[in-house]
């Protein structure tokens, strides 16, 4: 009996469990479908204004902005966007997986010399790389709680401050684009300096832009709000892809809680039915005994 007992306790852990994860799956998918309005609506316009400024750019001789200079990437700052909470399958793992292998493929001996620092949005990426001793900038795990473009703004800018004092040659983006709850595709992008269009001969270049006051202008007063508007977009994207993932996690984790408690009952009722068989046979068996005496 002591043994159906275990069962039984086992029994009502894997319910109680059940309910937590299916409660977390239902709220997952109410905020999945907030963060992905948000990011359906900023993305058309963030792409575009990208890919305005690259062909722009690309035509541009020269320009003031410090935004578009290409150095030497002696030092190097890459921005790694997680979540501030866990449950949500791999989706943190991996962009510490991608960000590792980034140091390691691309930057290497940047890394070496102690000049490769990182920006961490989301307190799973910060408490990984503090606790591993790297160059860690800042703390910003309390934008999720009022992630708006003016509190995501702050950081860019501090960002963008520090590239166009050379503290830094290049700015790397690390992070998972939303493609929807069961799909996020892990995303590196340059961010500074702002990559120009590859192909001069491309016919996205040959756009014929209507420009007033000129070009130069134009992009000198476009290119921040690029920039601010491209990290929003990753890191709003990043918190689809959280909610996302942690939905699909909760859903196979009450799928696999059904399936071991399937197991246990079964397990409990073979149990229950040794235990009863052996019962009836030591009546039986008592019984024949009482008759021969």
């Known amino acids: 009996m002591a043994n159906l007992k275990e069962v039984r306790n086992r029994i009502a852990s894997v319910s109680s469990t059940q309910q937590i994860t299916k409660a977390m799956k239902m709220v997952s998918a109410a905020k999945l479908k907030r963060a992905t309005n948000a990011i359906v609506q900023l993305r058309p316009y963030a792409n575009k204004m990208k890919e305005i400024l690259a062909n722009l750019s690309a035509s541009l001789e020269e320009s003031n902005s410090p935004f578009i200079q290409e150095r030497e990437p002696v030092r190097v700052l890459i921005i790694a966007v997680s979540s501030n909470r866990g449950l949500a399958g791999a989706f943190n793992m991996n962009v510490i997986k991608k960000t590792n292998n980034l140091i390691s493929e691309k930057y290497a001996e940047q890394y070496r010399q102690g000049h490769v620092h990182i920006v961490a949005i989301g307190k799973k990426v910060q408490d990984f790389y503090e606790r591993r001793k790297y160059n ?158």
Do not use: W
């Not at 014929?208 to 690029?226: N, T």
């Not at 996690?249 to 399937?262: I, R």
């Open 136 to 293: 860690v900038i800042g703390n910003n795990n309390e934008l999720y709680s009022e992630l708006t473009f003016e509190n995501a703004s702050k950081i860019t800018e501090a960002i963008m401050k520090a590239f166009a004092d050379g503290d830094y040659d290049k700015v790397e983006l690390v992070y998972n684009q939303f493609k929807n709850a069961a799909v996020q595709i892990l995303t590196t992008e340059q961010l500074l300096p702002v990559p120009r269009s590859e192909n001069g001969s491309d016919s996205a270049t040959q756009v014929d832009y209507i420009l007033e006051p000129s070009q130069e202008e134009i992009v000198e007063q476009l290119l921040p709000k690029s920039i601010k508007t491209q990290v929003y977009k990753a890191i709003l994207d990043s918190h689809a892809s959280e909610h996302g993932a942690r939905m699909t996690a909760m859903d196979k984790a009450t799928e696999n809680a059904g399936d071991l408690l399937k197991a246990l009952k079964l397990s409990y009722n073979q149990a229950r039915q040794a235990a009863i068989t052996t019962e009836l046979t030591e009546i039986v068996s008592g019984a024949a005994a009482l008759s021969k005496g």
